[in-house]
Structures are given as C-alpha cells and as structure tokens.
C-alpha cells in the first residue's frame, strides 16, 4: 500500500487516463481522481453487512460520509477510520463505454483503475456497453470459463460475473456466472452489461473476458459452452427463476469433444399462457435427419449426443390477461460413452486392391422422434455419421452410438482380369474378412465386382452347398443369400436371388458380374461359415447366364428366368442344365406363364434337349406353354427371348421334381436294352403311339411353334451352309428358328466369321392355326422327338405334307457325328425319354 506516488497516470487504450494515487505515509488515506475525459465513475459505499460492534467510518475530506462518487473530472482525497474497511465498504467501478459513437474498446479487458491503486475493498467492476441496434456483442471468456449459478448461489472464490442486457428500456438478466465452468462466450444484441464482483483479496488485473462485435445474432443472446472432458453444466433461461421475455428466442450452443456424448436434462421449467405462437425448444444435433429437432418443453430430451449441438428456447405471445411464466433450467452431462464405445476395432484393408467399407445410418423412415446420433469414429478422433474405410491402410474406428443396429456396413470388392491368358482357370474364394466380420455393425451387402475381358472370359460362380432361387414358391429365408446379377455396359441383368439349401449347383455368366451377399439376420455369420463361394474365369460363351441344376428327391425345385418381374432381356438367352440321376425320373413343370408375350423382332423360344440323345423339342413362347414332362436323363433347357413389343415381358418360372423311375420303365429299358432291333422298334412304335395319345390329351391348347409349313425349309439345312456344323451344332436349331435376333450371336463360327443364317426363306405362320399337337412327324416314326440329323432333315422336310402347325420336336446330330443319315431314328433309349 505505501511506497506508491501520488498522481500516477495510466494510459488505457489511448483515451481513457486515469489516475489514482495514495497520499504519502497516511496509511489509511486515498486519492483518486479520475479524467475527465473517462466515462468512468468510482462509489465507495458501505456493505451490505450490518455495522458490527467497532463502526468504521469513511472520511472524505476530514467529513464523515456514506459515500463516496467520483466523477469523472473530479479528484477526492479519503480514509476509512478503521483498520479493515474491507469489511465495512465496497466499491463499485463503473464504466459506459458507447460504441455508436466513439470506437469500442475491443480486445481483451483491463481492469480499470488498476486494482492495486484502489483500496482493499470489495470491489465491482460494471462495463455497460451500448452497441448499434444491428450489432452484437461478443464476450469471450478465455479460461477459466464461466459456470452459470441459480439465484441465492454464490461462487466459492467470491469471483462473479453478472451478465445482463436490454430489451428496450428493460433489463433482462441472462445470469450469474463463477470461474470455472463451461461457458465460454457470450453474445448479446445491442447492448450488454457486464458486472465482475472481486473480493478485496482478489488480485487480478485483467476482467477475464475480451470483447468483439458482431453481425446481429437476430435473438436476445447466445451463450457457447465448451466441454472439454466429461462433465456437466446447468444453465437457465434468462431471467431465471423470473420469466423469460416474451416472444423472445435464446440459444445455448455446446461444443462437445468427438469421443464423448451430450444427453439434456430439464431440471425445471414452467410454460406461460401462450396468445399466438407455441414455446418450444429447437436443437441441431449433428447426424439428425430431421433437424431442427422441435420439442414441447415437457418432452423427454434428446440424449447420448456426439458432436456438437445447440439448443434454442422460443418464447411465444403471451396472454396479456394472464401470461404465466415461461423459464427452464436445464443440465447438459457429457459423459463417456457406455460399453461400445471406448472399443477401438482394427479393419486391416493394407493388403487389399480394391476394397472398400462403408459403415453408414441404415435408412430409417422419418419421423419427427427423436434419435441420438450415432458415429463411427476414425482414430477416435474424427466422428461422422457415414464413414468410408478406403483400401490399402490399417484403420481404427469405435462407435458412439447408443444403439449399433441403426448402422449397418456396406463393402463392396473388385476383382478384375485384365489379361485373359493370365486368369483363364484362375479361381477365387468370395469370402467376408475376418476384419469385417468382428465389427459390432451388422454387414448388410457385401458385393464383389467380378470384372472379366469382354468377351474373352466368362464367370462361372461354385457354392460350397447348392443354392436355392428366391421364388414366391420357395422362398429364400435363410440368414443371407447371394445377388447376383450382370453389370453389362448395356441392360443390366438381375439374375436372381440365391441362398444355401436349394439345387444349383453353378452360375456361370457371360459379363461382368456384381455377386452380392445380402444378409437378412445377425445368424448369418455362423451360417457363412459353412457356405463358400468360388469365382472362377472360364471360357467365353454367349448365353447370359447357364445354371446347373443337381435336384434331389427331397424338394422340388423352382426357377426362374433372370430379370423376374421386368422381363429376360430382349433376345437374351438362359440356359439350364438340369441333370437327372439314371434311377429316377424329373418332372418339369412350367408354373408361370407370364405375358402374352409380343414379339417385335426375333422369335421368343425355349428349347428343351435331352443331353444324352440331343433329342430337342422347341416352344415358342409366344404361345401355351409345355404342359409337364418327365425326363430319365440329363436336360437343358434352353429359352432364348426375341425383341418383344414393349410392355410384353418373358418372365418364365419353372419347378423340377424328382421321383423315382417306375418299374415298367425299368423293365422297357432292360427290354429294350437287351431286345433285337425288331423288338425295339416295335416297343418303340408302341410307346410312341402310347406317348403320341397322352400329348394328344395333355396339349388342349394351341400348338406351339408354328411355321408356315410351305416356305422351303431345306435351305437352312444344308450342311454346305454350315462349314463348321461339327462345332456349331445350334445352327439348324436356331435357322429353323428363324431367329437371328436372338441366336445370331451364336451362329457365329469359331473363326470368329459369322454364318448367316438363311433366315430370310421362313415366315411366321400367318394362316389359321390348330388345335391339335404337331403331327409334323415322320411318318414312319409317329414318335414326338425324333432323331434327325441335319443332313437328313432336308429330304424329310416335305413342305407340302408339313403345312399344318406343329411343334417342333427335332433332335439334332450327336455330338461327334458329321451328320451322316446312319444315325439311328429311334435310339434305343428313346421310349425311356418319352413314356412315363
Ligand atoms: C460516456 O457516456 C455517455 C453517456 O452514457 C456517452 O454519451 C458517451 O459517449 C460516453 N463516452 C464514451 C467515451 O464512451
Ligand atoms: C466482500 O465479499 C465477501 C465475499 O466475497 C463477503 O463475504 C463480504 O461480506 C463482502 N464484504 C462486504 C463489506 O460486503
Ligand atoms: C412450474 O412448474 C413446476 C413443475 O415443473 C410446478 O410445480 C410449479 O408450480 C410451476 N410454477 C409456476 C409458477 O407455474
Ligand atoms: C445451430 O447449429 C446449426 C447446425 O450446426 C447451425 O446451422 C445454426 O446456425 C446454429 N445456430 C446458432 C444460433 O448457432
Ligand atoms: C450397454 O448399453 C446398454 C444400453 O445403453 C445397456 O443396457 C447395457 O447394460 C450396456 N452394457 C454394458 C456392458 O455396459
Ligand atoms: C473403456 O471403458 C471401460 C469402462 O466402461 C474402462 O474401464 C476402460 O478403461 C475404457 N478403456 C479405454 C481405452 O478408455
Ligand atoms: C455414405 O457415403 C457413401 C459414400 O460417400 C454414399 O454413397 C452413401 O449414400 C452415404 N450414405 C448415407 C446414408 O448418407
Ligand atoms: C425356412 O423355411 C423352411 C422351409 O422352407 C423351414 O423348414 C424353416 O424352418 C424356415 N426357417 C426359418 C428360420 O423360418
Ligand atoms: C451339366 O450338369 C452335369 C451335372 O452337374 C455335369 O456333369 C455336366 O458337365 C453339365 N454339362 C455342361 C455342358 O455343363
Ligand atoms: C442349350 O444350352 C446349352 C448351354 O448353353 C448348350 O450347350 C446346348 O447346346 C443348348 N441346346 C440347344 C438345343 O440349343
């Protein structure tokens, strides 16, 4: 206290000088005066305490006073009578700063008069600071932040800020803060008064706050409140425990590290008498869909936030008769998250190529419930709602989410040949990483992008256990299945869906390929262990996809033609190769028959073959489709669809079952096997007719496959015109067909050249057709599936005897033949294929 000179003159800020000074050796006496160019005014008054037994006086001037006011201008000269006027007087320091006309002081704070100039008192510093209707003013409480306290509170080192604004000419308390807290800035329209009560011990020299201006906040304050930890912080509307404004709006902004979470709680609120407009409280929360997220004040909160969020109070227009009182005092407690979330799971992706995971929101529908946010984070540090994992690093994530089943993961993985000589044969297991697998978020699709050289490789796709096709017949509910479906650079292709139990034993496919695991529960990770899929680069063939297809007496199988429901492409073309064990017999039934198809180009056709003999019988589909017929051996069926009008779809779902062979069949087939060839064509002439009455009664319906018997059919036929008719053995198939929409592709040597079909001799059959079966057959054979080879067809082919509509049941040359006339018309297995 002594030592210091009287008249010591400070600068502040290059406009206010002040100066205050302590008579020399007078212990107990003071000087201050101020400038007059400060606006600055200094009240030394008494305490609130009651005078206790030893009174202690102020004497200003050598007279006895309550009070002391220094203005600016004025110089005063003062003792207290006592040793200890701390606990007598205070001080108070105020301070009317206006910035719409003089500039503002910004930055930080100093205390004015230095506190060391003052006496040890009590002391209240007051800043009331005027800005422009428009601006607002920022507080910044660098640390230690603020800690609002409710009325009746005091803070523990006697330290408080009092924070305060206008509305008007009305004062509005925003509240009353202590050191140590959260808030750490405030900002207020207009105005702002700032009120810091220092106890006489208190030694500091700086107000604790620097000050900015800003754009308007459009709203009565601001407050921001950071976390820096785990914690909580209570905070109230302003006014408090008063009513809030009227029709005013107040928000609370809160910075919350990424690896924690933020839940509020309403401590206590009360809702006025609302005339127009509904009080209400709004929060941004990052991850929400459906920000803001309004809620009534007498809501649950929102909870377990991460990230960073604000929160708004709106008043409304308050009944003028009774308008109630609105107020909220609210706790924000950021905590640790519970279990999941200080786990840190590794997803080592350093050696894949091309490999990527993306963990994302799965999509709910919207509602205006409330959910928390849920993130994954990366290193702990980087939290978002969608988080994509790239290859070719080490990846740490946790999860801060409350509940790990609003996520889901997607991956999806190329594989690529770019060079066909080195993947030729070349296999891969589709399998799902361990490292994805361990992760607490359910894998919804993994999808593995097989690319192949166009048209040099195929795919053909091998699963451990046999699948199953997705149809509303049999339907799929296993824990997950296989999608599979093309990625052409044209139409894409969906061939279906696909899951463990079933009779598919293959998929091979032309193109490109995305092969999607789907998983439908949590289970599948037990039930993927024992499945597999196998990937390997095949030879090119043209067909879209070739199933094979194992059935087995236990279940009938279903399938059905790719793109279901939108149609098999135009002039695409399936096949399946259904095998048949030798002592039982498969029945094939087509269940669907979908469309009405119209073809615009091209005929629409299904070819079903027997392997063993190549004994064929060809549908249109345009027409009724094949009643149900049974097989003893290995069979294709082969659709292939033509450019239907549009609307017209070929849609296709057929069911194979097995039983076992009867025991005629049996004894037939020993018959025939060990018969003479009397006896066999005999038996075969037999069975025939028996086989010819039973089509007979089955096919009610229009024959299938009709052509205008008149048109010269031999052309296509002649083997001169197939060069390569050993390689090529579809090529009088699909010519017959007419089809070079559909099979052109196919008619294409293995040079590469393409054969022209002479296609243009046959027309569709425009004239009435019947109601009966084919009856195109031989007549030396009345057998409906007939051998002939190409060669032979020509002479047989009579187009005047053939004008009457028929399906077409005409076998092709065996396999290894040149397509000579000695092949058998009627192999010895023959009434074995066509009876029962
Ligand atoms: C001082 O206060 C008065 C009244 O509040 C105001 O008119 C004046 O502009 C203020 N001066 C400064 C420097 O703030
Ligand atoms: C000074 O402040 C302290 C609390 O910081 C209080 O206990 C004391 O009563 C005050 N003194 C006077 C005279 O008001
Ligand atoms: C405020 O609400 C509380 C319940 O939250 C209630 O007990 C109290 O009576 C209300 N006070 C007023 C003034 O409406
Ligand atoms: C509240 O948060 C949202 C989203 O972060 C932001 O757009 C908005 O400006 C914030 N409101 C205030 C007053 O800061
Ligand atoms: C994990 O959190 C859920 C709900 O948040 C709780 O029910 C469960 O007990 C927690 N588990 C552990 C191990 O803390
Ligand atoms: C994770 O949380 C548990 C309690 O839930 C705690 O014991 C453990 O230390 C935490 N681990 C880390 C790495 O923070
Ligand atoms: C997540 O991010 C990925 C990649 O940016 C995007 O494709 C996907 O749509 C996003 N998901 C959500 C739910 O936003
Ligand atoms: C799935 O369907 C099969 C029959 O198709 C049935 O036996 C099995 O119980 C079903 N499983 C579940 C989980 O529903
Ligand atoms: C047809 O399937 C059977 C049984 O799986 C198989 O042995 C045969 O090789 C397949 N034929 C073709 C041409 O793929
Ligand atoms: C049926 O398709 C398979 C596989 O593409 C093929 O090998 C077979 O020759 C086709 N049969 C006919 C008659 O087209």
């Not at 704070?109 to 600071?129: A, C, G, M, Y």
């Not at 649950?300 to 003028?320: I, V, W, Y």
Request: charged fraction near 20%; include cysteine; aromatic fraction near 8%.
């Amino acid at each position: 206290m002594a030592g210091l000179s009287c008249g010591v003159t400070l600068t502040l800020l290059g406009v206010l000088l002040l100066g205050a000074a302590r008579p020399p050796g007078g212990a107990e006496a003071f000087v201050l005066s101020l400038p007059r160019t400060t606006n600055i005014t200094i009240l030394i008054k008494r305490g609130l305490l009651p005078l206790g037994a030893n009174p202690c006086h102020l004497l200003v001037s050598g007279k006895l006073s309550a009070t002391l006011l220094i203005k600016p201008g004025d110089r005063k000269e003062f003792r207290f009578t006592c040793q200890n006027p701390e606990a007598h007087f205070v001080i108070e320091v105020e301070r009317n700063i206006d910035c719409t006309s003089h500039p503002c002081p910004f930055g930080e704070f100093e205390l004015q008069p230095v506190i060391s100039l003052l006496p040890h008192l009590n002391r209240t510093f007051i800043w009331d600071i005027q800005a422009g209707k428009s601006t607002s003013l920022e507080l910044v409480f660098s640390r230690p932040r603020l800690r609002q306290i409710g009325r009746g509170e005091s803070c523990p080192d006697g330290v408080t800020y009092n924070i305060n604004g206008h509305i008007g000419a009305t004062e509005v308390r925003i509240g009353t803060f202590c050191s140590t807290g959260t808030v750490s800035r405030i900002k207020m329209q207009e105005s702002v008064k700032i009120t810091l009560h220092l106890p006489w011990f208190d030694k500091r020299s700086h107000s604790g706050f620097s000050m900015s201006s800003q754009s308007s906040i459009k709203r009565l304050c601001f407050i921001e409140s950071v976390f820096e930890g785990e914690g909580s912080a209570t905070l109230m509307s302003a006014n408090y425990p008063f009513s809030f404004p009227e029709d005013e709006l107040m928000t609370w902004q809160f910075v919350i590290p990424a690896h924690l979470r933020a839940s509020v709680s309403f401590l206590q609120f009360n809702n006025s008498n609302c005339a127009k407009k509904e009080e209400r409280v709004e929060y941004y929360i990052p991850g929400s869909t459906t920000n803001p997220e309004v809620f009534r004040l007498a809501d649950k909160q929102p909870g377990n936030m991460a990230g960073n969020f604000n929160l708004s109070l709106q008043g409304c227009d308050q009944d003028a008769q009774n308008p109630g009182i609105l107020r909220l005092k609210f706790q924000v407690l950021v905590q640790c998250p519970h279990n999941e979330s200080n786990i840190t799971y590794e997803v080592d992706l350093s050696k894949e190529q091309a490999m990527s995971v993306t963990i994302e929101p799965r999509p709910v529908k919207l509602s205006r419930r409330f959910v928390p946010g849920c993130f994954v984070c990366l290193e702990s540090r980087t939290c978002s709602t969608n988080l994509t994992l790239a290859h070719g690093s080490k990846h740490r994530i946790s999860f801060l989410c409350d509940d790990l089943t609003r996520l889901w993961m997607n991956v999806e993985k190329t594989i690529s040949c770019t060079d066909h000589r080195y993947c030729h044969r070349r296999s891969y297991s589709l399998q799902v990483p361990r490292d994805i697998l361990q992760l607490p978020v359910q894998l919804h699709d993994f999808s593995w992008k097989l690319l192949v050289p166009k048209d040099r490789l195929s795919l053909a796709l091998v699963p451990a256990q046999k699948l199953q096709q997705h149809t509303q017949e049999r339907f799929c509910n296993s824990s997950f299945s296989y999608l599979v479906a093309g990625t052409g650079l044209g139409q894409d292709l969906y061939f279906g869906s696909f899951c463990a139990g079933g009779a598919i034993e293959q998929i091979q496919v032309k193109q490109n390929v995305l092969v999607t695991l789907r998983t439908f529960a949590p289970s599948f990770q037990q039930d993927l262990s024992r499945q597999a899929l196998t990937v390997t680069f095949i030879p090119y063939f043209k067909e879209e996809g070739i199933f094979t297809v194992t059935p087995d007496m236990k279940s009938k199988v279903y399938l059905m033609t790719p793109n279901w429901e939108r149609g098999l492409p135009s002039l695409a073309s399936v096949s399946w190769n259904i095998s048949v064990p030798s002592d039982q017999v498969a029945y094939l039934t087509f269940l669907k028959e979908r469309t009405g198809l119209v073809c615009q180009t091209g005929r629409a056709f299904m070819i079903i073959q027997e392997q063993r003999t190549k004994a064929e019988q060809i549908f249109s589909l345009e027409e009724v489709l094949p009643k149900s017929s049974s097989h003893h051996h290995n069979f294709w069926v082969n659709i292939s669809n033509c450019s239907p009008v549009s609307g017209k779809k070929l849609d296709l779902l057929f069911q194979v079952s097995l039983t076992w062979r009867t025991l005629d069949m049996t004894v037939i087939l020993i018959a025939v096997v060990g018969g003479g060839a009397l006896l066999l064509f005999a038996l075969g002439l037999i069975i025939c007719l028996v086989k010819k009455n039973r089509k007979k009664k089955m096919n009610k319906g229009p024959a299938i496959g009709i052509y205008n018997g008149n048109v010269n059919t031999q052309i296509p036929m002649q083997p001169k015109k197939f060069p390569n008719v050993q390689k090529d053995h579809d090529a009088h198939v699909y010519a017959v067909i007419d089809d070079t929409m559909v099979y052109g592709h196919l008619l294409q040597d293995s040079n590469g050249s393409f054969v022209q079909p002479e296609v243009d001799t046959y027309r569709p059959f425009q004239g009435p057709t019947e109601d009966c079966p084919p009856s195109f057959l031989l007549p030396y054979s009345k057998v409906p599936t007939i051998k002939l080879t190409t060669k032979e067809s020509s002479p047989d082919f009579n187009p005047e005897s053939d004008s009457e509509p028929y399906t077409f049941s005409h076998p092709s040359k065996q396999n290894g033949s040149d397509g000579n006339t000695d092949i058998p018309l009627l192999d010895g297995h023959e009434p074995a294929e066509t009876g029962e």
